[in-house]
């Protein structure tokens, strides 16, 4: 659906439409003229989209914006997603196949970060969000959300990808990106270092996920063999 819009315009319109975020003129009072003027153009040209493609809005409740980071608000990730429709964006047109021949160059994890390049239009470089202009700032994804995004979402897609076509050496080049990854710094993997355990990569940074969430959260600790060597020590 997204690939058969002609302009950035009606795909930020469509997804940030169909996630309930546009404004209502209502509340574009106290903005700047740039600001409800493009907010309304998105809005126009939604309401157009939906009566000709049937989307129904989700309800603008369903998002969060508690104790985020402005560069987190989900308008502006919302945009970046957009951008990546864009002509030379990752999922302009093939993006199984962009990130296979990116997987196979000689920097492997430079090449992926590039395809996940996201530049959204000017007015994302004043605004985190429709309703107000805010400091200039780069609203491209940044190279820590990138690797989030290798991690959680990309290597997986590869390493499936590997499996179905029965290609051992994508899968180890795959896993070659995790290894080559920073760890993350999340609730889990701190609960670990605290205990004296630190991830050398990504790839033990998912090892620690996979035992917290099989065995640590689930209370399984007398089947998990660190749980066992513990009680026993």
């Known amino acids: 659906m997204l690939r058969s819009l002609d302009t950035p315009t009606e795909r930020e319109a469509l997804l940030l439409g169909t996630?309930?975020?546009?404004?209502?003129p209502?509340?574009?009072?106290e903005a700047d003229r740039r600001t409800a003027d493009y907010a309304m153009a998105l809005r126009d040209c939604f309401q157009r989209?939906?009566?000709?493609?049937?989307?129904t809005p989700m309800a603008a409740t369903a998002w969060s914006f508690f104790r985020l980071r402005p560069n987190n608000f989900p308008p502006l990730r919302i945009a970046q997603a957009a951008a990546w429709y864009a002509e030379g964006g990752l999922l302009h047109e093939?993006?199984?196949?962009?990130?296979r021949t990116?997987?196979?160059?000689?920097?492997?994890?430079?090449?992926?970060r590039e395809t996940l390049t996201a530049m959204p239009p000017d007015f994302w470089h004043r605004h985190y969000h429709l309703t107000k202009r805010a400091a200039e700032h780069d609203p491209s994804l940044g190279t820590s959300r990138r690797d989030t995004l290798l991690v959680n979402a990309v290597v997986p897609v590869l390493l499936r990808d590997a499996e179905e076509h029965e290609n051992a050496a994508q899968a180890e080049a795959a896993l070659d990106v995790?290894?080559?990854?920073?760890?993350?710094?999340?609730h889990v993997v701190r609960r670990f270092q605290d205990l004296g355990t630190d991830p050398d990569s990504a790839y033990d940074a998912q090892g620690l996920h996979e035992l917290y969430r099989e065995y640590c959260s689930a209370g399984g600790c007398l089947e998990?063999?660190?749980?066992?060597?513990l009680l026993d020590a």
Do not use: M, N
Request: aromatic share 2%; glycine share 8%.
């Open 19 to 24: 996630a309930g975020l546009l404004p209502t």
């Open 26 to 29: 209502g509340d574009l009072l």
């Open 49 to 55: 989209l939906q009566v000709r493609l049937d989307v």
């Open 94 to 99: 093939a993006p199984i196949s962009t990130l």
């Open 102 to 112: 990116a997987l196979g160059q000689e920097a492997p994890v430079a090449a992926l």
């Open 178 to 186: 995790l290894r080559a990854l920073p760890p993350s710094q999340d």
């Open 224 to 229: 998990c063999q660190i749980g066992q060597y």
